[in-house]
């Protein structure tokens, strides 16, 4: 038997899907990546307009009253890190390409795993799907995008999100999962709506496990954010990409390490407000 018989090659079934795609739906696309371009020009304008000085203090501020000392403490050192080294407009662009791709993705995730918690039939179905996207190489999911939307952030952001959906989606199941039953029926029989047992008992009690969730999301949007860089998104991933291409060994360090001074600043401060949440609850219990 011949073994190219055998073969199976999954763009033979999808670049015609994506080519009617184009040809059918441009307009919603087209639609689509202007939300996103003007949300996340909006975003970076207001981070940009900012004077480097105001906005470092004004964060270092709200990291010390919202979770500590040392958060805020840290929060300055990273964002002082990024201007010494002449990558604050990159930083910035990063940040703000995050800010979008988690907005979405919480947007999409949330709502979806409340669902999940409530029908045990879609939890079934998503759950496999869940599966494929984390298991996927995340810069395969570049290519449909950059295919459908072309070179840039639109393309960038659109990759951030489909990766950064499933652990939001995932913890928003469990949390709401591990919510005692009794707390809901106490809720029905005091006459609350199944609205106000969702945001004054649900919520409340889910809440930790959400931030772990907002957490995940964080991080890995940042780092398909960095990978985005080689479609054009801008940001500290074009500095990266920009350093291997030309061999510049010094840009791209300076690049990394503003990469890591981003994580730790956003990793710390949604670490330190979950933290911040569970001290009363053990305390109380």
């Keep these: 038997m011949n073994a190219s018989l055998l073969q199976f090659s999954p763009g033979a079934f999808l ?18 990546g202007y939300i996103v371009e003007s949300a996340l020009s909006g975003i970076e304008a207001a981070l940009l307009f900012v004077p480097w000085y105001v906005l470092i203090a004004a964060v270092v501020i709200a990291a010390y009253f919202a979770v500590s000392l040392r958060a805020a403490i840290l929060a300055g050192l990273c964002l002082g890190f990024c201007l010494i080294v002449g990558l604050w407009t990159a930083s910035m662009q990063t940040i703000a390409l995050v800010t979008v791709a988690v907005l979405i993705s919480v947007l999409i995730a949330f709502p979806l795993g409340v669902m999940c918690s409530r029908y045990k039939t879609l939890e079934a179905i998503v759950r496999p799907i869940l599966d494929v996207m984390q298991t996927v190489p995340p810069w395969v999911y ?27 989606l995932r913890l928003t199941t469990l949390a709401f999962n591990q919510v005692p039953n009794e707390f809901r029926e106490l809720g029905s029989a005091i006459g609350a709506d199944a609205r106000s047992v969702l945001w004054k008992i649900e919520i409340p009690l889910a809440k930790q496990t959400l931030l772990v969730g907002l957490n995940q999301c964080i991080l890995l949007s940042l780092a398909m954010v960095v990978l985005a860089g080689l479609v054009g998104a801008g940001g500290l991933g074009a500095e990266v990409t920009r350093g291997l291409t030309r061999m510049e060994m010094g840009l791209g360090l300076r690049a990394g390490l503003a990469i890591v001074a981003v994580a730790l600043l956003l990793d710390r401060l949604t670490r330190g407000l979950l933290d911040r949440d569970r001290g009363p609850a053990v305390i109380a219990h």
């Design 15 to 32: 670049a015609p899907a994506v080519d009617w795609l184009n040809t059918n739906l441009h307009p919603l696309f087209a639609a689509i």
């Design 142 to 168: 570049l290519i449909p995008a950059v295919m459908i939307f072309s070179l840039g952030r639109v393309p960038a952001i659109i990759a951030t999100i489909v990766y950064g959906i499933p652990p939001m």
